[in-house]
């Protein structure tokens, strides 16, 4: 009977032992796993970095012409900055279609260098005893080269006032001509007393062929009320 029950015991043992081992083969085998999972790990997430720099600078849909997407304002706002006091040649030349004219609005705001351009002929179609009582907007002229450039003649009556008038057009173009060297895409501004002497004037020019003739609505009673330079003789 004990040779009986020792022999159970041995082959308890015997199984005891063996399974201890199979046991400490799968941990070894797990932490093997383990430790060859780390590196793996590592390369996903180097993937993953390379991956989302790459999308990061991917601008499919960016246009290389579209030059408003990034606009570059470091020249431009140093430039402002710097001629911020330095007034400029805005105004430029128009160009109308045949027998239309242009007419300039004045404003609180409106600069002498935004309306009159450097090369246009700044007219006063007045008389000169209109310029000598009113004044005159400073670069106009009502004669150059010696031609006189008045639109109507009119006879004062000493108090800023006129008693009678006379239709001058034909001597006022003829004279124009010759001052444009017959170039009737000068670039002309004309200007009176309350404008209704240059709308007339403008629209006849525009009719004659003249294509780049403008006309200051409201004349030097507007020039003078948004505070533009007058002068006289």
Not at 4 to 23: A, D, W
Not at 33 to 42: A, E, F, G
Not at 63 to 83: A, M, R
Not at 164 to 186: A, I, M, P, R
Request: net charge negative; proline share 3%; aromatic share 10%.
């Amino acid at each position: 009977m004990k040779s009986i029950n020792l022999l159970y015991l041995s082959i308890l043992l015997t199984l005891v032992f063996f399974s201890g081992c199979e046991s400490s083969n799968k941990k070894t085998s797990l932490n093997q796993n383990s430790i060859d999972l780390v590196p793996n790990t590592i390369e996903n997430k180097i993937s993953d970095s390379n991956d989302t720099d790459d999308v990061v600078p991917d601008n499919s849909n960016f246009d290389i012409n579209n030059t408003d997407v990034v606009p570059d304002t470091s020249l431009s706002d140093k430039n402002s900055s710097t001629n911020i006091d330095t007034p400029k040649q805005t105004a430029s030349k128009p160009l109308f279609e045949d027998g239309k004219f242009g007419q300039i609005i004045l404003s609180d705001h409106t600069r002498y260098e935004d309306i009159i351009a450097k090369d246009a002929l700044f007219i006063d179609i007045r008389n000169d005893w209109e310029r000598e009582y009113y004044g005159y907007a400073k670069g106009s002229r009502n004669t150059i080269d010696g031609y006189k450039l008045i639109f109507q003649i009119r006879e004062p009556n000493g108090r800023g006032g006129y008693v009678d008038s006379q239709n001058n057009y034909e001597v006022f173009k003829q004279n124009l001509l010759k001052v444009v060297n017959n170039d009737k895409f000068k670039h002309i501004i004309l200007i009176c007393h309350s404008s209704g002497r240059t709308k007339r004037a403008a629209k006849a020019l525009a009719e004659d062929g003249f294509r780049s003739v403008e006309h200051i609505v409201g004349g030097l009673n507007e020039w003078e009320d948004v505070g533009l330079p007058i002068l006289y003789p």
